[in-house]
């Protein structure tokens, strides 16, 4: 049984354990049915999410020419802080940055290797929490615009993590730690615009991923360098998928790619 399609992040759907599906143009693969499997994946081409060509993959599943140039690569995607769309000021294309940056957002606390305070858009959780490999997350405020969440997130950097060890998450070497109380001790250092958003009556949210087992040392497989690959798959965290042998493989990191993946046995 062989698929062949351009590599997106898989869509989930948040049960217990969460529902992961491979998503391509015309077909698609619900990969918790896999585990336990032998499949081979193997490197096609590269295919730019935008501009569809067959040109090397620079970032977020873009060429280097789409990167710099459409809107949903502009530098405010990854620093929310740097949005403009409530002040009517474009960056790239007024109409997106308003469609994307004028609803609601949320500032929240994950731990996935650690406790880390990140964004997303409101209509975005759990799954932003998912493609973490979060085991628990919480709220911390709901505010109606990105640039708000932020300057929010900017503030609560200085006294909580804004990154994921990658490794730490995939090994499952996790703490379970209390996010009401960790939420309860960060809202002292909210900004003031964003004060009146605090969330203080949610409780936190647990995430269980699909996994057999877990890697001791995780090493990532590289398309560029090995462009073909087989192994048992073990469990789905994250956007990762866990091979048997160690080898992770990181699908959200891999957008772009066309990919045969063949269930051989």
Same mark, same amino acid.
Request: charged share 30%; glycine share 4%.
């Given at each position: 049984?062989?698929?062949?399609?351009?590599?997106?992040?898989?869509?989930?759907?948040?049960?217990? @354990?969460?529902?992961?599906?491979?998503?391509?143009?015309?077909?698609?693969?619900?990969?918790?049915?896999?585990?336990?499997?032998?499949?081979?994946?193997?490197?096609?081409?590269?295919?730019?999410?935008?501009?569809?060509?067959?040109?090397?993959?620079?970032?977020? +599943?873009?060429?280097?020419?789409?990167?710099?140039?459409?809107?949903?690569?502009?530098?405010?995607?990854?620093? @929310?802080?740097?949005?403009?769309?409530?002040?009517?000021?474009?960056?790239?294309?007024?109409?997106?940055?308003?469609?994307?940056?004028?609803?609601?957002?949320?500032?929240?606390?994950?731990?996935?290797?650690?406790?880390?305070?990140?964004?997303?858009?409101?209509?975005?959780? @759990?799954?932003?929490?998912?493609?973490?490999?979060?085991?628990?997350?919480?709220?911390?405020?709901?505010?109606?615009?990105?640039?708000?969440?932020?300057?929010?997130?900017?503030?609560?950097? +200085?006294?909580?993590?804004?990154?994921?060890?990658?490794?730490?998450?995939?090994?499952?070497?996790?703490?379970?730690?209390?996010?009401?109380?960790?939420?309860?001790?960060?809202?002292?250092?909210?900004?003031?615009?964003?004060?009146?958003?605090?969330?203080?009556?949610?409780?936190?949210?647990?995430?269980?991923?699909?996994?057999?087992?877990?890697?001791?040392?995780?090493?990532?497989?590289?398309?560029?360098?090995?462009?073909?690959?087989?192994?048992?798959?073990?469990?789905?965290? +994250?956007?990762?998928?866990?091979?048997?042998?160690?080898?992770?493989?990181?699908?959200?990191?891999?957008?772009?790619?066309?990919?045969?993946?063949?269930?051989?046995?």
């Amino acid at each position: 049984m062989g698929y062949q399609g351009v590599l997106t992040k898989m869509e989930t759907e948040f049960t217990s @354990p969460i529902q992961y599906y491979l998503v391509f143009e015309i077909d698609f693969i619900h990969m918790n049915q896999l585990l336990d499997k032998n499949l081979r994946i193997k490197f096609i081409k590269h295919q730019c999410l935008n501009c569809k060509l067959d040109r090397p993959i620079y970032r977020q +599943g873009f060429c280097r020419t789409c990167f710099f140039e459409i809107p949903q690569a502009a530098e405010w995607i990854m620093k @929310p802080e740097l949005s403009t769309a409530h002040l009517d000021k474009e960056d790239r294309d007024l109409e997106y940055e308003k469609k994307v940056q004028l609803q609601p957002h949320v500032v929240y606390l994950a731990n996935s290797s650690n406790v880390k305070v990140g964004v997303t858009r409101k209509s975005q959780v @759990p799954t932003r929490w998912i493609d973490q490999g979060a085991h628990e997350a919480i709220e911390i405020v709901e505010v109606p615009n990105r640039y708000l969440a932020g300057i929010t997130e900017v503030a609560l950097k +200085g006294h909580v993590s804004d990154k994921t060890n990658w490794r730490t998450m995939l090994k499952n070497e996790i703490v379970d730690q209390d996010l009401v109380e960790w939420r309860n001790k960060l809202k002292e250092y909210i900004p003031d615009e964003a004060k009146e958003y605090y969330i203080e009556t949610n409780n936190e949210t647990n995430l269980e991923f699909p996994v057999l087992s877990y890697p001791e040392k995780p090493k990532s497989l590289n398309l560029d360098k090995t462009p073909e690959f087989a192994g048992i798959l073990k469990g789905i965290k +994250g956007q990762y998928l866990i091979f048997e042998d160690d080898t992770v493989f990181n699908i959200r990191a891999n957008e772009g790619y066309v990919i045969e993946l063949k269930v051989i046995s």
